[in-house]
C-alpha cells in the first residue's frame, strides 16, 4: 500500500476528484481506470464492490443505530451473509480502537470517535483504495496522532490511501507522496520533502512558514 495526500485551497478539485473515482460524479470527459479496468461507467455501488472505499468530510454516521450496526453496513457492500458481516465489522472495529463501543448509539460518539467509525466502515468494505476526507480536521493533536497511526496501519495491510487533508505539519510526514491540486489540475506530484520546498506550492498553498528552515 501506499499513502498519497491529495493537497490545494478551497476550490482546487479535491473533493470533486474524489466523487469522481467514487462514482458519484460521472466525468464530463476521460476516463476512470482502477485495478487495471476502465470504470467509467460504473455505479458507486459497483465501485464499492470492486475496491474502491471512501470516508466523507462530513461525517455520514447513521446516528440512531449502534457503532456495531453502522460498520455492518459497510460489511454487507461485500457479504449478504449477516454472521459473516457481523463477524467482519467486529474486526474493523478492533482495528480502529472501537471494540468497547460497539453497543452504543452513533450518536454518542464523540468527533474524533466518529471520525474512525467512518473509517471502520469503509474498512468494512475490503476496499484496495481507501479514500480520506479531512479525517484528521477538527482533532486535537492527540486524537490526530492516533488517527496518523491508524492511516499507517491501513497502508500497512497493503491497502492504499488517497487523503485530503489541511494539516500540513501533519499530513507531509505521514504520507508517502502528495499531489498539489490548482483549479482542477495537477500542479506538482512527488515526494512530500521535494514538495514542501517548491516555490510554487511553498508560496500559493503551504505559506512561507513551511520553506526550508523558516
Known amino acids: 500500500g501506499e ?7 478551497n476550490g482546487a478539485g479535491k473533493s470533486t ?7 458519484v460524479f460521472p466525468p464530463t470527459e476521460g476516463s476512470i481506470w482502477f485495478d487495471g479496468q476502465d470504470v467509467t461507467h460504473l455505479p458507486a455501488a459497483e465501485r464499492c464492490r470492486r475496491g474502491v472505499g471512501r470516508t466523507f468530510q462530513v461525517v455520514k454516521s447513521f446516528e440512531t443505530m449502534t457503532v456495531i450496526d453502522n460498520v455492518i453496513v459497510g460489511s454487507l ?6 454472521r459473516e458481516a457481523r ?7 478492533e482495528f480502529t480502537g472501537l471494540a468497547a463501543r460497539a453497543d452504543v448509539l452513533a450518536s454518542d460518539l464523540v468527533p474524533a470517535e466518529k471520525r474512525r467509525l467512518e473509517v471502520a466502515r469503509a474498512l468494512a468494505t475490503s476496499p484496495k483504495l481507501l ?4 479525517v484528521l480536521t477538527g482533532l486535537t493533536p492527540a486524537e490526530a ?19 485530503v487533508e489541511h494539516v500540513m505539519e501533519i499530513v507531509m510526514p505521514l504520507v508517502d507522496r502528495a499531489i498539489v491540486l ?32 523558516a
Open 3 to 9: 499513502i498519497v495526500g491529495l493537497i490545494g485551497p
Open 17 to 23: 476528484l474524489f466523487n469522481l473515482i467514487a462514482g
Open 77 to 82: 457492500a461485500r457479504s449478504t451473509h449477516m
Open 87 to 93: 463477524r467482519k465489522a467486529h474486526v474493523m472495529l
Open 131 to 134: 479514500l480520506l476526507d479531512e
Open 145 to 163: 496522532q492516533t488517527g496518523v497511526e491508524l492511516v499507517r496501519r491501513v497502508r500497512d495491510t497493503g491497502v492504499s490511501v488517497l487523503m
Open 182 to 213: 490548482d483549479l482542477g489540475k495537477v500542479l506538482v506530484e512527488g515526494k512530500p520533502a521535494d514538495i514542501v520546498r517548491d516555490p510554487k506550492v511553498i508560496s500559493a498553498y503551504l505559506g512561507d512558514r513551511h520553506a526550508v528552515g
